[in-house]
């Protein structure tokens, strides 16, 4: 099926760093999640986005809905090292549909 | 909060047994999906239900039947199990978006099933 495409694929940050991540696609979607998935867990939902352009904070994470509605990013600041995990967004591409698409994942991980 | 729930957190079963996943969700939304998720391949659809006793076959159907004779409760049924179904399942749950734009879907914890 269709993945969104997500980067980056994984990354090593220092501890208190900031991190930035994105989710893009080639086509419009009316919905952005994202979620963050530790190993062996289910995924556990961060932030959802409705419009385009908004901005929406979930404590030291903040998500944008790309103006255009085709991409989408998170921003972690002051990152600790329970930051460490799999982050992906998910995109729906029209109400009324049912199947989110989901993004590849960015594999964080935080070096204390 | 939302809570979706899933019966088993592991399990292990042998080649051509019968394998039931259920799934329960406490927010009364009205879909459920299931999913399984494997390295690399990213969360492939196998099976959703938008009502009760409704179903639509997601991206990978085959060799999996679903049951929802509750609102609250999602069955995923592996009716002959086999070794390629090793993988992690995760069911999800979200409202439906007619009364606005609010299509927040939550998982449940996930059940790893391991197919000898």
């Known amino acids: 099926g269709q993945q969104l495409n997500q980067s980056p694929q994984s990354m090593f940050i220092q501890e208190g760093e900031d991190v930035s991540m994105n989710c893009t696609s080639s086509s419009i979607f009316n919905t952005w999640l994202w979620y963050k998935q530790d190993p062996g867990e289910g995924p556990v939902l961060l932030i959802a986005l409705y419009k385009a352009g908004e901005l929406t904070s979930n404590g030291r994470l903040t998500a944008q809905f790309g103006i255009t509605r085709k991409d989408s990013f998170l921003n972690i600041s002051a990152s600790i090292p329970s930051d460490v995990g799999i982050y992906f967004c998910a995109g729906l591409p029209r109400y009324g549909t049912y199947k989110y698409i989901f993004g590849t994942g960015t594999r964080l991980k935080v070096l204390a | 909060d939302v809570k979706v729930t899933q019966s088993s957190r592991y399990l292990v079963k042998r080649t051509g047994e019968k394998v039931f996943l259920e799934c329960v969700q406490d927010m009364d939304h009205e879909n459920m999906f299931w999913y399984r998720q494997d390295p690399g391949l990213g969360l492939r659809l196998i099976y959703f239900?938008?009502?009760?006793?409704?179903?639509e076959k997601g991206d990978i159907p085959e060799g999996y039947s679903v049951s929802r004779e509750k609102k609250e409760r999602f069955s995923l049924i592996l009716e002959s199990a086999s070794t390629n179904q090793t993988s992690m399942y995760l069911c999800?749950?979200?409202?439906?978006?007619?009364?606005?734009?609010?299509?927040?879907?939550?998982f449940g914890p996930g059940t790893r099933l391991t197919v000898l």
């Open positions: 999800a749950s979200r409202p439906t978006d007619r009364f606005g734009p609010y299509n927040e879907q939550f």
């Open positions: 239900s938008y009502d009760v006793k409704m179903k």
